[in-house]
């Protein structure tokens, strides 16, 4: 079993800044991907930025060029450093890791809300 938890969710003001952490924990795995996805209420869960085992980054049009996604593989954690915040971005953000078995792990999710 792996954990995933993150943190570093709270309140920004338009065009003012967060970052999430999520930090793996629990077993060994082999990544296929990991990332960020997010869901506002009443729409579906979207993704935000994915890292995959070739080191490529995929991220979601309405975040491209304000987010950006690491990971520190000795701390085992992956970030998101989110820029120039807008209301939109309101929503919970989820910690998302698939690994080579097929299996998919969620975080709990941490709230993010974008409000003057």
């Known amino acids: 079993q792996v954990q995933l938890a993150e943190s570093g969710g709270g309140l920004a003001q338009p065009g003012g800044s967060l970052e999430l952490a999520c930090a793996t924990s629990?077993?060994?795995?082999?990544?296929?991907?990991i990332g960020w996805y997010r869901q506002a209420p009443g729409k579906e869960r979207e993704l935000v930025a994915e890292?995959?085992?070739?080191?490529?980054?995929k991220y979601g049009d309405s975040v491209k060029g304000r987010f950006t996604l690491s990971r520190d593989n000795l701390k085992k954690t992956m970030y998101l450093r989110m820029n120039e915040l807008k209301p939109a971005d309101t929503a919970v953000y989820y910690c998302?890791?698939?690994?080579?078995?097929?299996?998919?792990?969620w975080g709990r999710g941490t709230q993010v809300t974008v409000a003057p």
């Open positions: 998302n890791l698939v690994v080579a078995i097929g299996y998919t792990y």
């Open positions: 629990g077993s060994d795995y082999t990544l296929v991907t």
């Open positions: 890292l995959d085992d070739a080191g490529r980054i």
